[in-house]
């Protein structure tokens, strides 16, 4: 039986116009995504990570090409579509549960059942009492919990997320990666991983697109071996073959792509 990959980039490229000058970010992304499946975007700063995961969002239209989900043209921003940042965003007047309620606020779903699901998101997320809390009473590694809550509480089929990890304590983040990892598993969730860490990369995908610049463009596409894909992220990384997989990204990402990347003096 054929099935519409959950998402299909086609031959899209981006240009940033401003008045001064046009500047091409990325151009010809051809990538296909299956439902389930976790991929990571990986490459140097300016390589395009996120103006792709902006097109994915359709929070503007790509120059060229096109993006579909579920075999329908992006045109704009989409609910089966969740953003995960950086900075987790948390609005400091608002309790934990009114946090992590906002998207359902916002789609006009919040009602005392979808309210449930949230306080019981969340406890799965290990925030069990943390509703009623504010904040500024958590740690950077609970409010990420709490921007992840917030995230599926919509029920988006696809997440991206960039760089959610990067601000956390190493040992916060590895407790992380597990939990979104095994969250996104269980609920049989797509995701979209920008990440400049190749260790965290390796650790949770299933498949890693290594990007070059000048502009933006996949170098080339390392699928995981099956028995780090079915390790959780921390396991995996104890795996002996996961140096290999390590070596060979960091020797794609190293490769010269005659763009001056490299000082020479
Ligand atoms: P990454 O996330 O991989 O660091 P970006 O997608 O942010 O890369 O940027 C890709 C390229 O596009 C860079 O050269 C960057 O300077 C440029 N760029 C990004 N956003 C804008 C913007 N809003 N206007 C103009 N240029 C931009
Ligand atoms: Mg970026």
Redesign the pocket.
Known sequence: MKHTPVLELQQLSHV?V?EKEA?L??EQIDLTVDRGEFISLV??????????L?LLAGLFPPTKGQVLLGGERVEGPSPKVGYMLQQDYLFPWRTIRENAAIGLEISGRKTEKTLRAVDELLSELGLPDAGGRYPHELSGGMRQRVALARTLATEPEVLLLDEPFSALDLHIKLQLEDLVHQTLKRLGKTAVL?THDLAEAAAMSDRIIV?G?NP?HIRSEISVHEHIRAAAPMAARKLPSFQELFDSLWAELDKDDGEGGRSNG
């Open positions: 940033y401003n500047s970010a990325v490459g140097p700063s300016g390589c395009g990570k996120t103006t792709v902006s920008v990007l610049r933006g």
